[in-house]
C-alpha cells in the first residue's frame, strides 16, 4: 500500500467540493443520515470499509485517494470484459509499409514504392507487407487480397515462403536452391515451376521471409 499523504476528512471536503452532490444527496445516495456525512467531515469518525467504497463511487473518485492515500483522485475504469474467460487482450501494434510496384534500381523501402501502411501485432516481427494477387498461393491458405507480412533478409531457406522480386513485380512463392538453379514453387498445381538457372539467378531477388498473413472475412 502506498503512503498517507492526506487524510479521509480533508479528501471528502474536496470531493465533496468538486461533486454536484450535496451532503444531504451524497447521503441519500449511499444510505446513510446527513448527521453521518457530517460527522465524516468533521473528522469526527472515519467510515469502514464498505462505507468508503460507496462513498467513492458515489463521488466518483479512487477509494484509497478518498482514505489519504498518495494513489490515483480518478476511478479506474473497469475492463468491460474482464468476466469472459479465456479472452485475451489486444496486443499492442505497429504500422509497416505496404509495398506496390517496385521500381526498379530503388531500395525497396523507397517512398515511391509505399502504397500505405497497415497495423500488425507486435509479436509479429515483420519490416513490410506485400498484397497478395492471384490464387499461386491458396495451397498455403494465401488467397487474392490478404496481407502478407514479410521479415527483409537477403536469402531463406529451402521450402520457406518468400517475397521475390522479379523485375518490378513483388511475388510470393516457396524458394528452392540447388546447385546455383534458383526455383520459385506456387502453391497451387495450375502454375508450373519458375525455374533460373545459375546465369539467370541474377534476375531474382529474395526480398525477404514471410512471416505471417491476414485473411479477409469471406
Not at 128 to 137: E, P, Q
Request: hydrophobic share 40%.
Amino acid at each position: 500500500m502506498t503512503q498517507k499523504n492526506s487524510d479521509f476528512q480533508t479528501r471528502l471536503k474536496e470531493a465533496l467540493a468538486a461533486s454536484p452532490l450535496s451532503a444531504t444527496a451524497l447521503a441519500d445516495k449511499v444510505g446513510l443520515s446527513k448527521q453521518a456525512i457530517s460527522a465524516y467531515t468533521s473528522g469526527v469518525r472515519e467510515p469502514k470499509r464498505p462505507t468508503l467504497r460507496a462513498l467513492a463511487e458515489a463521488l466518483g473518485v479512487g477509494e484509497d485517494w478518498l482514505a489519504g492515500y498518495d494513489a490515483p483522485r480518478a476511478r479506474p475504469v473497469p475492463d468491460p470484459f474482464a468476466h469472459i474467460a479465456g479472452l485475451e487482450p489486444m496486443p499492442q501494434l505497429h504500422s509497416v509499409p505496404l509495398l506496390g510496384t517496385i521500381a526498379c534500381g530503388t531500395p525497396i523501402l523507397a517512398q515511391e514504392n509505399i502504397e500505405d501502411q497497415v497495423s500488425v501485432p507486435g509479436y509479429i516481427h515483420a519490416d513490410f507487407a506485400l498484397r497478395c494477387k492471384g490464387d499461386s498461393m491458396i495451397g498455403a491458405h494465401i488467397r487474392d487480397g490478404d496481407i502478407v507480412y514479410i521479415q527483409a533478409q537477403p536469402d531463406v531457406e529451402n521450402g520457406e515462403i518468400a517475397a521475390v522480386l522479379i523485375g518490378e513485380e513483388a511475388t510470393l512463392k516457396r524458394v528452392y536452391k540447388s546447385n546455383g538453379q534458383l526455383t520459385l514453387i506456387a502453391e497451387n498445381s495450375l502454375y508450373p515451376p519458375m525455374v533460373y538457372a545459375a546465369g539467370q539467378a541474377e534476375e531474382v531477388r529474395i526480398l525477404g521471409r514471410a512471416v505471417a498473413f491476414t485473411a479477409r472475412v469471406r
